[in-house]
């Protein structure tokens, strides 16, 4: 059943429900991934998404179609959902001011607990600059009275190898930093273990890493060896990467955020390897070995 804003029929009694969960970004790694587990459990979920045709189809679930932008939709979308898993919205000039009424619509909703996927180093001198956006989402969410756990990831394993360009290389200012990425199917059953019981995780911060720190260099070789095909690390200048990067016409704040990608690599803010996924999730924490062969 899809339907805008509060749901009728069955979603009206699930409404009336106690421990209902609301998921967002199910068309995504993160949010797809729980919504998925949820249902294999046989735990009552309400997925939110933007577009109903890209959502997921899982037994015992609803679908409420809202945006972030649109703060009474999301409003009548998360009434009666008591435990929120708010993915951070897709990158964009307004996702600040998406999440900040995403927020408000939550409290308005009567949401008690949201478990919010921010940054690993998230603050407002964050060398990655969406990093800054991610800490002043974390200080609304704190300020807004619901409870709150804070998923910190680190880059994302899965993407890092897709870097490179078609001939292969890897291009950015990150030097021989290191960084401990963490893959998304991790982050995915941390935010499970967190739904299930989430008074055990209210005020919570964790920092989801990967096992291992490793260089640009490191992971190009990883990929070499694993996949057969040829990776390699090119160490810019930061004119260099500004200059590499001018030729998308992106704006400046697309930009920046490229290029702080590696320069926080480079500062070491991110090289860290944490014990709260396998501590969490029971398990040790995907490598990019195990990842790239497809080990779950």
């Known amino acids: 059943m899809v339907a805008r804003g509060r749901m009728s029929t069955r979603a009206g009694m699930l409404d009336g429900m106690t421990g209902l969960i609301a998921v967002t970004g199910v068309t995504g790694r993160v949010g797809g991934r729980v919504a998925r587990r949820l249902a294999e459990l046989g735990v009552p979920q309400r997925m939110v998404a933007r577009d109903p ?4 189809r899982l ?3 609803e679908l409420a179609i809202a945006s972030y932008g649109d703060t009474d939709e999301a409003r009548a979308a998360l009434s009666g959902v008591q435990t929120l898993l708010m993915v951070s919205a897709s990158e964009a000039a307004d996702r600040l001011a998406q999440h900040f009424g995403f927020v408000a619509a939550a409290r308005a909703a009567g ?7 921010s940054f690993d180093g998230a603050g407002p001198a964050c060398t990655f600059t969406l990093g800054r956006d991610h800490w002043a989402t974390e200080e609304r969410l704190r300020s807004s009275g619901m409870a709150t756990t804070m ?3 680190n880059f994302y394993l899965d993407l890092l190898p897709l870097f490179a360009g078609e001939d292969g290389v890897l291009r950015g200012p990150a030097g021989q930093g290191r960084v401990a990425a963490v893959a998304t199917r991790d982050v995915a059953d941390v935010a499970l273990a967190v739904l ?5 995780h209210a005020g919570a911060a964790y920092r989801l890493t990967g096992p291992q720190s490793l260089t640009l260099d490191e992971i190009a070789a990883i990929v070499t060896r694993v996949t057969g095909r040829p990776m390699s690390y090119h160490a810019e200048t ?3 990467a500004y200059e590499s990067r001018s ?12 290029v702080s990608t590696y320069t926080a690599i480079a500062s070491g803010e991110l090289a860290e390897v944490t014990d709260d996924v396998p501590r969490l ?3 040790p924490a995907t490598s990019l070995e195990q990842l790239l062969v497809g080990t779950d």
Request: hydrophobic share 40%; proline share 10%.
């Open 151 to 153: 998923l910190r990831d």
């Open 196 to 200: 299930r019981d989430p008074a055990a």
């Open 247 to 258: 030729v998308y016409g992106a704006p400046d704040w697309q930009v920046d955020a490229w």
């Open 238 to 240: 930061l004119d260099e």
């Open 111 to 117: 949401v008690e607990h949201v478990v919010y996927t």
């Open 281 to 283: 999730t029971g398990r």
């Open 53 to 56: 045709q890209r959502a997921p």
């Open 59 to 61: 037994p015992g679930a």
